[in-house]
């Protein structure tokens, strides 16, 4: 079956750096787009980053333009999330993700159990 399992969360000054990772397995990676969703208790989940099948195109939430970068590697079907700068409201769970149907959609279907980030002032 389908699974995405992030890794790489924990506790962070601000200012720091982390780096997630996400294992993608149960279907064919390479074939289509992932990136990450971030959620606070009280809000909704919202959007973080998304890379293309190929990797050529990505894209950024204004909040986290410049300072994080994602990147995948089809061989190893992982996707990463590089963290830099990070601000106290950077703290969230973060969400590894796929879309899978209708491919040209911006949001995502499919989501995996989520890494605690927590940035300290």
């Known amino acids: 079956q389908v699974q995405l399992v992030e890794s790489g969360g924990g506790l962070v000054q601000a200012g720091g750096s982390l780096t997630l990772s996400c294992a993608a397995s149960?279907?064919?990676?390479?074939?289509?787009?992932v990136g990450w969703l971030r959620q606070t208790p009280g809000k909704e989940r919202e959007f973080v980053a998304r890379?293309?099948?190929?990797?050529?195109?990505?894209y950024y939430a204004d909040s986290v333009k410049g300072r994080f970068t994602i990147s995948r590697d089809n061989a190893k079907n992982v996707v990463s999330l590089q963290m830099n700068s990070l601000k106290p409201d950077d703290t969230a769970v973060y969400y590894c993700?796929?879309?899978?149907?209708?491919?040209?959609?911006?949001?995502?279907?499919?989501w995996g159990q989520g890494t605690q980030v927590t940035v300290s002032s």
């Open positions: 890379i293309s099948e190929s990797g050529r195109r990505t």
């Open positions: 149960g279907f064919t990676f390479s074939n289509y787009p």
């Open positions: 993700a796929a879309r899978f149907e209708d491919r040209s959609r911006p949001d995502f279907d499919y």
